[in-house]
């Protein structure tokens, strides 16, 4: 399966941003999803994930209470909402995908697929 990442722009602090993550050659109703970033110097980082059928999501503390992970599998595409976007949040933007565990996947090494990343710079 293919991930196109899409969404990133300039934000000031306290903006909104969703990003969008596309799939194509394959359903993304068969995978449970992820979304990481990674700021310059900097290793990549878990943000969110959601399961294959939605119904459960984890989140990094960083962004507790400010990002939202969805997802619609009709339109074969998962989202990450950014509420009150920090400069922290400054990086490149990931999604991810990985079959099925009886848990959500935090560590980036063991998701199977990969989008191209799309950047959230921060403008003061």
């Known amino acids: 399966v293919q991930l196109q990442a899409s969404g990133g722009g300039l934000v000031q602090a306290g903006a909104s941003l969703r990003l969008s993550c596309a799939a194509s050659g394959g359903t993304l109703s068969s995978y449970a999803m992820g979304w990481f970033r990674q700021a310059p110097g900097k290793e990549r980082e878990f943000i969110a994930a959601?399961?294959?059928?939605?119904?459960?999501?984890q989140y990094a503390d960083s962004v507790w209470g400010r990002f939202t992970i969805s997802r619609d599998n009709g339109k074969n595409t998962v989202y990450l909402q950014m509420n009150s976007l920090k400069p922290e949040d400054t990086a490149l933007y990931y999604c991810?995908?990985?079959?099925?565990?009886?848990?959500?996947?935090?560590?980036?090494?063991?998701?199977?697929?990969w989008g191209q990343g799309t950047l959230s710079p921060f403008s003061s």
């Open positions: 991810a995908a990985v079959s099925p565990r009886p848990v959500l996947i935090t560590t980036p090494d063991r998701y199977e697929y």
């Open positions: 959601i399961r294959r059928t939605g119904g459960r999501t």
